[in-house]
């Protein structure tokens, strides 16, 4: 294609199933590859804040807005930190070849909430239940016409005769 008038605004453009997206009207693939290389180029936590990125959606040739998950203030505020931002763009600046401009934001929504752990009266009540549906303890039960009145479980996982932890679980 012919190049574009020396008037025309910067434009980066992402191919999506064969259509073009004009500048700051979503993430970039390519945008994001380079972020990720130039962030593995950096030591230590920045380079692990700045992985967290979810998305690169350029705002023009020269201007990178970067978005981090909901739930990713403290990321974005420490990549916006000046010192942090300085090495961001250094890197940012060898990958691509030429000086970026960032701006950092975060997805909107509430962050996702871990699962719960258990307590551990919940634990041992899982196991001992998963131990009273054993195949093996069912039909135990059955042949010596008993029934389980208390289940003991041992500090360290039990072993059988080939050294391999014994399972609750059927299997």
């Known amino acids: 294609?012919?190049?574009?008038?020396?008037?025309?605004?910067?434009?980066?453009?992402v191919h999506n199933h064969q259509q073009e997206k004009p500048v700051g009207t979503g993430p970039s693939a390519p945008a994001m590859?380079?972020?990720?290389?130039?962030?593995?180029?950096?030591?230590?936590?920045?380079?692990d804040l700045a992985l967290l990125a979810v998305a690169v959606e350029p705002l023009g040739r020269d201007k990178w807005r970067i978005v981090f998950p909901s739930g990713g203030n403290h990321a974005c505020?420490?990549?916006?930190?000046?010192?942090?931002?300085?090495?961001?763009l250094q890197a940012l600046r060898a990958e691509a070849g030429r000086n970026i401009q960032l701006t950092m934001t975060v997805q909107p929504g509430t962050p996702?909430?871990?699962?719960?752990?258990?307590?551990?009266?919940?634990?041992r009540a899982r196991r001992e239940r998963e131990l009273h549906e054993h195949p093996y303890v069912k039909k135990l039960c059955e042949v010596l016409q008993?029934?389980?009145?208390?289940?003991?479980?041992a500090a360290t996982p039990a072993t059988g005769p080939n050294g391999k932890p014994i399972t609750t679980n059927a299997e």
């Not at 505020?77 to 961001?88: D, I, V």
């Not at 996702?112 to 634990?123: E, F, G, K, L």
């Open 1 to 13: 294609p012919p190049p574009p008038p020396a008037d025309a605004p910067p434009r980066d453009v």
């Open 33 to 47: 590859d380079i972020w990720q290389r130039a962030a593995r180029r950096l030591d230590g936590m920045l380079s």
């Open 77 to 88: 505020q420490m990549c916006e930190q000046p010192e942090r931002k300085q090495q961001l």
């Open 112 to 123: 996702p909430v871990p699962p719960a752990q258990d307590s551990p009266s919940a634990i």
């Open 146 to 153: 008993g029934e389980i009145l208390r289940v003991d479980l």
